[in-house]
């Protein structure tokens, strides 16, 4: 079984072969929002990513567009703004024809998420199945359990759906519990690796400590708490924040690390393994988030659920009817047949 999840390394990828395709075209949906601009800042200084373009429906994303130009790396950055009244040019205003790689972080947090970012994940997937189908799809807008299978019914129907390259994005969730068991165990964080399963929200989020590297040893009576709190963090920051938003420098970092290694796999770079939510048959369920390991064509192996103990098959269990609804839910979603707010005509 392999284990290693692979960090992420800007000078590493730079010093990679450059007979390999080293030249890929991102589109961040949502870049003008929290997550969305230091996204693109870190991408931007990614020097495996030659053109960037932000999309988003605000009317100053050329402006974010603008001021990340001025930083002094190659790639070319161009700004798109979606007004309503253009919506009829969705494939051609949102400049995904011919892009490598698609992160879709637009959308609201918590308030109303599931109403209104249903539509547009179906409305961004319903222009993408046609001006990019062949793109790697990172889908970081919530509810992730459920906007990835919305993504992939909408694919699924345009035929155009090739499940090795369709991510739920859920890397933050093993980026905490890294960091959270590295201050518990007093042990870098960055030398931490915690295999997180299941989904990205609650009880569906399901850190597997027992197969952390290096191994380390959690007190009986700390586990339900340290599980909890990688289970809670998304809920820890937005009340930190105050009614300001939920996590975006995190998930920024953690889309842009997840992104970064997607494209060092891609490259041909060996051993590549992340957990994100796929679609998958390692479980009851048709979506699940397992450690994958990724390669030139996007998923090349689903490493699945693994070895788990007692106490995680029970969290499992739990995690799984949860997703059960969770999945439905968007398939349900994705299969109305109104047409969905903000959809091109
Ligand atoms: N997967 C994860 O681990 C994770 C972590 C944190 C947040 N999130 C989710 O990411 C999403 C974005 O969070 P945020 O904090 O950046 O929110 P935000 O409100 O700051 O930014 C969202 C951006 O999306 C844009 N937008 C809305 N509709 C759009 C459309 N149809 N096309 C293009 N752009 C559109 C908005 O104008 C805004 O700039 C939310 O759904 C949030 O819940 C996921
Ligand atoms: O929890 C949220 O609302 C945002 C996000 O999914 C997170 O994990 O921080």
């Known amino acids: 079984m392999l284990s290693r999840i692979v960090r992420p390394t800007l000078t590493a990828a730079r010093n990679f072969s450059t007979s390999q395709q080293n030249n890929y075209k991102v589109t961040v949906c949502g870049a003008a929002g929290g997550i969305g601009q230091p996204l693109s800042l870190l991408l931007k200084l990614n020097p495996l990513v030659t053109e960037l373009n932000c999309y988003d429906i605000a009317p100053f994303t050329p402006g974010v567009a603008c001021d990340l130009s001025h930083i002094e790396t190659a790639s070319k950055v161009k700004g798109f703004d979606f007004q309503p009244h253009k919506r ?28 209104s970012n249903a539509s547009v994940v179906k409305t961004i997937f319903e222009c993408a199945s046609v001006a990019c189908p062949d793109a790697i799809f990172c889908i970081i807008t919530n509810p992730v359990n459920s906007c990835v299978p919305i993504a992939c019914e909408v694919l699924k129907k345009a035929n155009k759906l090739n ?10 969730d093993i980026v905490r519990a890294n960091t959270f068991v590295g201050e518990m165990c007093g042990v870098n964080p960055k030398e931490v690796n915690v295999p997180v399963i299941g989904g990205h929200s609650g009880i569906t989020i399901v850190p597997l400590f027992s197969r952390a590297t ?72 048709d979506y699940f988030a397992s450690p994958v390991k990724l390669g030139k064509c996007g998923i090349e192996q689903n490493c699945g659920v693994g070895d788990i103990n007692e106490y995680e098959t029970k969290l499992l269990c739990d995690a799984l009817e949860q997703l059960k609804r969770d999945i439905q839910k968007g398939v349900d979603f994705a299969n109305q047949d109104q047409k969905c707010k903000g959809a091109p005509e």
């Open 88 to 115: 009829r040019l969705a494939g051609a205003q949102i400049n995904i024809a011919d892009i490598d790689f698609l992160i879709l972080n637009s959308g609201m947090t918590r308030d109303d998420l599931f109403g």
């Open 214 to 285: 290096p191994k380390v040893t959690i007190p009986a009576d700390k586990l339900d708490a340290l599980t909890k709190r990688v289970q809670e963090a998304g809920t820890e920051v937005v009340k930190a924040k105050a009614g300001h938003g939920s996590a975006t420098l995190s998930m920024a970092y953690s889309g842009a690390r997840f992104a970064n290694n997607v494209m060092r796999a891609l490259m041909g770079e060996p051993d590549v393994i992340e957990c994100a939510y796929v679609m998958a048959d390692v479980t009851d369920v």
């Open 163 to 172: 499940p090795r390259r369709v991510f739920g994005v859920s890397t933050l």
